[in-house]
Structure formats: C-alpha cells, structure tokens
C-alpha cells in the first residue's frame, strides 16, 4: 500500500512558476520510479514527467521540456515538480504516481499503466 498526497497547486499568471510537492508513505519510497501526470477538463489523463528510483535519470514531456523540472528527495520520501514559464495550457489537475512493479525501470516509465499507485491530484491554474 502506497498512500501519495499532492500539494502546492493554485492559481498563478502565465509566465510564473510554482512548485508541487507529493508526500508518499511508506519506507521503499526509493525503489520506485515516480511520475507526474496531469488532467485538464474534457481531456485524458497525460505524462508530465518521470523520475527513477535514484533521481539519477529523468524524462518529459515534450510540452514541458525546458518549462518543468521533476525532482525528487528519497530521505523525505517526496517527490517535486518545478514548473516555470507556465502556461495557460498547463492548466490541469496534477497528480503524481508510484511505480511500485520493484522493476526499477530506467528510463522512467511514461505510461499510465506502468504507474500502480496515484494521487488525489492538486489544482493548478494558469491565467492569462
């Protein structure tokens, strides 16, 4: 059982940033590759970013390369997402996931189906 809570979302201009933070339970947090994915109204849930296990290998979406940075801090067992130069397309529930197959995959999965456990999700809106 993994329990992750997501928090930092809100409502920003376009341009500016803002960092969203996932709390995961448990003591294996460093075995799994974490994930963000976003949501918005009327669209599939999407990959945002992914992290292995060790933080050493990251991968992106294309829409957010250079904008976002996934990090993450085992010894907290939390996961982060810096997002910069936000758009207003980056408007979307964000939530993060849990690969907990023990795989230790590298690169990081990038498939919802490769995710086990996922959180509630937190708002983010961007304004123009």
């Known amino acids: 059982q993994v329990q992750l809570v997501e928090s930092g979302g809100g409502l920003v201009q376009a341009g500016g940033s803002l960092r969203l933070s996932c709390a995961a339970s448990?003591?294996?947090?460093?075995?799994?590759?974490m994930g963000w994915f976003r949501q918005a109204p009327g669209k599939e849930r999407e990959f945002v970013a992914g992290?292995?296990?060790?933080?050493?290998?990251?991968s992106y979406a294309d829409s957010v390369k250079g904008r976002f940075t996934i990090s993450r801090d085992n010894a907290k067992n939390t996961l982060y997402l810096q997002m910069n130069s936000l758009k207003v397309e980056d408007t979307a529930v964000y939530i993060c996931?849990?690969?907990?197959?023990?795989?230790?995959?590298?690169?990081?999965?990038?498939?919802?189906?490769?995710?086990?456990?996922w959180g509630q999700g937190t708002q983010v809106t961007v304004s123009s």
């Open positions: 996931a849990a690969d907990t197959s023990m795989m230790r995959r590298n690169p990081p999965p990038k498939m919802r189906y490769e995710y086990g456990y």
């Open positions: 448990g003591r294996t947090f460093s075995n799994y590759a």
């Open positions: 992290i292995i296990w060790s933080g050493d290998s990251t």
